[in-house]
């Protein structure tokens, strides 16, 4: 079963998230509720064509407390990566970027609004920005958090004193 699509996703009629939740099939309903709002309805297009083909609804997802070193073994692809340090250094001297409700969110909490997803290596699973052959990288890898995982690693980085020792993290495995 596939999830439904968002109505107007990428235009300003797109349904609110209350509607798309209502139509959730219940045949889906062990699919963690944060995920259907920041993964799927907000980056429908992105789902549906890169991660529900790889069968992302049917992994088995567990929310789990990951410590800052955890946090930073978090691997991504290194230019991804060297750009989402660029962004949490920003965070520390960019005026216009700590003004964001994100930035100010992290910022005052010291951990995300929003667990971050990340994928367990060994997962018959392609990245969708991977090079034929490769598969999710060592340990696991950011699947969605980008922005969130940035800012995150930019605290760490910058050791800022509001910063939590543990942040909550959706732990995927895939299971094909």
Not at 74 to 103: C, K, P
Request: aromatic share 14%; charged share 25%; with cysteine.
């Amino acid at each position: 079963m596939d999830a439904p699509e968002v109505i107007g996703h990428g235009s300003p009629m797109v349904e609110q998230f209350g509607e798309y939740r209502r139509r959730w099939p219940p045949e889906l309903n062990a699919f963690p509720e944060c995920l259907i709002e920041s993964w799927v309805y907000r980056h429908w297009a992105q789902f549906r064509i890169e991660w529900m083909p790889q069968g992302a609804l049917n992994w088995h997802y567990e929310k789990k407390s990951f410590s800052n070193d955890q946090i930073m073994q978090i691997a991504h692809f290194e230019s991804d990566l060297r750009t989402m340090d660029y962004w949490g250094d920003q965070l520390f001297v960019n005026r216009a970027r700590r003004g964001r409700w994100l930035a100010k969110h992290m910022l005052e909490h010291g951990t995300t609004p929003v667990p971050i997803l990340v994928l367990r290596a060994g997962a018959n699973v392609r990245h969708p920005r991977a090079f034929e052959g490769e598969r999710i990288l060592e340990p696991y890898q950011i699947v969605e958090g980008h922005m969130r995982l940035s800012y995150l690693r930019g605290m760490i980085r910058h050791k800022y004193s509001a910063l939590k020792e543990n942040h909550d993290v959706w732990f995927a495995t895939s299971g094909i």
